[in-house]
């Protein structure tokens, strides 16, 4: 591209040229061509820098062009296609300066082929698949013209009743720290200015997973040490991992909103991880300054944020039409609108498009003919990513794998429905595109089998439900009731099932009920659908429940009654494909909760790394004065890092190499893994730590290492890990990071709960 530019320059074609080209000599040099810029800019130019705005929204295409040309734009987002993004790109490069924008969207789980959802992605406790899943998503995002995604989201949450648990990857600060990692790395490739790579802007920072309640908006309360400790170090893997940008959170910290919030945005972030990137916005939280009641108006609402250290406003108009006056009537300093504006140029010199603008856009006559083409999917990828999400909670007399053969009927909701395979922020993902279950089955059985169909149930008889998960943002109405009387479906089920040698439900919540927004207080199955599984029960034919959900759910019924019970999440495109292959046994689990999940609502929070406490639970006694709840039994009903296979493993005793650690010296703690079913598969083994005694109360054990390992039947491994003194250490009251020496447990298992144990010194 870049040498047309060039050409149309010297030749005094009428192309576009860059901001780089006027001003080439320095462009190698970072710092002196971005300063050179800012010295030739209008206070307005400046402002112009720090709007992202929203394409699709109220303002019509020829404004939007207009002030792009006026360089009152800095980037834009919501548009997924290189000719769409083409025009914007060259009405830019019309601008006095010439700076370029970038294009931004919110490929959170694959972009044109979609993957699993967060949790399902996590589910894998696999950092290559899902290394994978981001790399695909960079390629197709970038390929459409795209420079930036909003993602990873890295918000740890305790709280199912938040629809947004779905986005990130579990409860555990390493777990989701690792995947933070992986993530950033996997859509800035080797860097953020290459053509395929899109950078990365990890949100919502910080602490949004902790709304009171789980309401979305909500505030968040919370002690600094659990914040260092437990929810902030997946934002700090992301950042030290090279993400380029940081959305800011919508929601209050400890009375401040983090859009207001200099604590958050200037000393923590800045000061002391020493984040040299881009910070945004998340959605018109600069105007709802005003709504938490920290700003009287949107001229003090623009100058909290600005001080506080957001550098672009998205989707809302305060910083172009209050900054001027701002700095002019000298309550904000030039210093500060620079500042944030070197920030934004900076992002956008690393992703390379003062090199060349249309990097990731190309040349019209290279754009796809149909951007939807079967060819731009990446189907086995996805597919093998899906597989790797499902996770076996129940496996009651070996029901699965099914065989191929028989009548099976397949009943349920979202036994056929493309748009809920893929799960909330579906970006370019087209839902005619997806496989169901009930294509999947079909394509797996061929002629071996009778696949009966029956839809059942909809997902939620109540009408106020639907209109509110239909007045979500999506393009169309997505939940479509069938006009049938439940009865009427009902019954349609059951002579599918009579027929039938097995029972498939394929139940749980359409994508809308876990999304932003979507707070529930039930984590239980819409009334609807539990009692077409109360019908099928009642046939006494063998019955496998395939939920699809993005929260844990309660499943105690499901525990009870059902003989197997697979966990798929919002499994994508190829999900209709993947589950097939685990229900008939071509591929066998292998994934594990990242979450727990509690028996009842009234359980939450639940969560594997809790602190002790003075008056602990003791199963098997009884007495009163212990920490739990009466009515039900203590404790998850599905622990964190569980999950079944159609193999069994077992583990060793743990061997450490010394009863005592050095400062600055390691131990290795090792078991031997060994499978003892019939069939080949894979399991993670999960490596725990629990400090004894220390300066605060420390959680009863917190994961610090894991391992997938596939092993053959009768197969066995020795699986070691290293342990070191930054595994030990914890933030005490002062907020500082240590080890304090004393006793250690290591605990290693197949899930959270069922671990061997043994104990080291740390010196
Ligand atoms: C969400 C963000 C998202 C943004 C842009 C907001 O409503 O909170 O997660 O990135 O919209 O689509």
């Known amino acids: 591209m870049k040498w047309m530019y060039l050409l149309g320059l010297f030749a005094g074609f009428s192309l576009p040229c860059t901001a780089a080209e006027t001003v080439s000599p320095a462009l190698d040099d970072k ?33 939007i062009l207009q002030e792009l040309a006026a360089g009152q734009i800095g980037g834009t987002f919501n548009t997924v296609t290189r000719h769409d993004n083409r025009p914007m790109q060259e009405a830019a490069l019309r601008s006095r300066m010439r700076i370029p924008i970038f294009f931004a969207y919110d490929v959170v789980h694959g972009h044109r082929t979609i993957f699993p959802i967060g949790l399902g992605l996590a589910s894998s406790w696999d950092l290559d698949t899902i290394a994978r899943s981001g790399r695909v998503a960079a390629i197709e995002a970038s390929a459409d013209g795209l420079d930036m995604t909003f993602a990873p989201s890295v918000d740890i949450s305790r709280d199912p009743r938040w629809g947004r648990i779905s986005e990130g990857f579990g409860e555990d600060p390493y777990l989701v720290s690792e995947i933070a990692r992986t ?15 899109i950078t990365a802007s990890v949100k919502h920072f910080a602490l949004y997973g902790a709304v009171e309640g789980g309401r979305d908006y909500n505030v968040v309360d919370m002690s600094p040490m659990r914040m260092h400790q437990d929810f902030l170090p997946p934002y700090r893997a992301a950042i030290d991992a090279g993400a ?16 207001a919030n200099s604590w958050l945005l200037r000393d923590l972030l800045r000061r002391d991880w020493g984040f040299r990137g881009m910070t945004v916005s998340d959605h018109g939280a600069i105007s709802e300054l005003l709504r938490h009641g920290v700003a009287r108006d949107g001229r003090e609402a623009a100058r909290l944020a600005i001080e506080a250290g957001i550098d672009m406003s998205m989707a809302d108009s305060l910083y172009r039409d209050e900054l001027p006056g701002l700095v002019q009537a000298g309550e904000v300093e030039i210093g500060v609108i620079d500042a944030a504006v070197r920030e934004v140029l900076g992002a956008k010199y690393d992703m390379g498009l003062f090199h060349d603008p249309f990097r990731r856009i190309g040349v019209a006559e290279d754009d796809p003919q149909d951007v939807n083409a079967e060819s731009r999917l990446h189907r086995a990828a996805a597919r093998a990513v899906a597989r790797q999400s499902l996770v076996l909670l129940e496996n009651r007399g070996e029901t699965l794998p099914l065989e191929k053969r028989g009548t099976i009927a397949l009943v349920g909701p979202l036994a056929d429905s493309p ?17 169901t279950l009930r294509q999947g089955m079909r394509e797996a059985l061929g002629d071996a089998a009778v696949l009966l169909h029956a839809r059942g149930a909809n997902v939620t008889d109540d009408a106020h439900m639907v209109d509110y998960l239909n007045f979500l943002n999506w393009d169309a109405p997505e939940v479509v009731q069938d006009p049938r009387s439940p009865a009427e479906m009902i019954a349609e089920a059951l002579a599918a099932a009579e027929k039938a040698d097995v029972i498939v439900a394929a139940v749980g919540e359409s994508r809308g009920m876990s999304h932003e927004s979507s707070s529930r207080t039930s984590l239980q199955l819409p009334p609807s659908q539990q009692r077409l599984l109360d019908a099928l029960k009642g046939t006494g034919k063998p019955l496998v429940l395939v939920l699809m959900n993005g929260r844990p759910l309660e499943l105690g019924w499901a525990k009870a009654n059902a003989d197997a019970v697979l966990e798929t999440w919002f499994s994508g495109t190829e999900g209709g494909h993947a589950i097939a292959d685990v229900l008939f046994g071509d591929y066998n689990p292998s994934g594990k909760l990242p979450i727990s999940f509690p028996r009842s609502v009234g359980q939450i929070p639940t969560y594997y790394n809790h602190l002790r406490v ?8 009884p007495g009163n004065y212990t920490s739990q709840y009466f009515e039900e039994p203590t404790g998850p009903l599905y622990p964190f890092g569980y999950g079944l296979s159609y193999t069994r493993f077992q583990i060793s005793d743990v061997r450490l190499s010394s ?8 131990l290795q703690a090792s078991v031997k893994v060994r499978n003892i079913g019939r069939r080949d598969g894979a399991t993670v083994v999960q490596l725990y730590i629990q400090d004894l005694v220390a300066s605060v109360i420390r959680p009863v054990k917190e994961l610090k290492a894991f391992r997938k ?23 005490n009251a002062q907020l500082q990071r240590v080890a304090e020496p004393g006793e250690f447990e290591v605990q290693i298992g197949l899930d959270s709960q069922h671990v061997q144990r043994r104990r080291f010194e740390l010196q």
């Open 709 to 731: 390992v596939m092993l053959k039947a009768g197969e066995e491994r020795e699986i070691r890990f290293s342990i070191d003194e930054d595994d030990l250490k914890f933030v």
């Open 244 to 259: 380029g940008g940081v959305m800011v959170a919508l929601n209050a910290i400890n009375g401040v909103p983090a859009s």
């Open 659 to 666: 009863a005592s650690l050095p400062r600055r010296g390691r």
């Open 614 to 621: 003075g008056r602990p639970f003791v199963e098997g006694k």
């Open 31 to 63: 710092p002196a061509f971005i300063d050179s810029l800012i010295e030739r800019m209008t206070l307005e130019e400046k402002i112009g820098q720090l709007r992202l705005i929203s394409i699709g929204g109220d303002m019509p295409r020829p404004r």
């Open 419 to 435: 748009v809920d395979m893929l799960g909330s922020w579906s970006a370019a993902g087209v839902a005619r595109q997806a496989v």
């Open 183 to 197: 993530m950033v790395e996997a859509y800035q490739g080797e860097s953020p200015a290459a053509p395929d790579s």
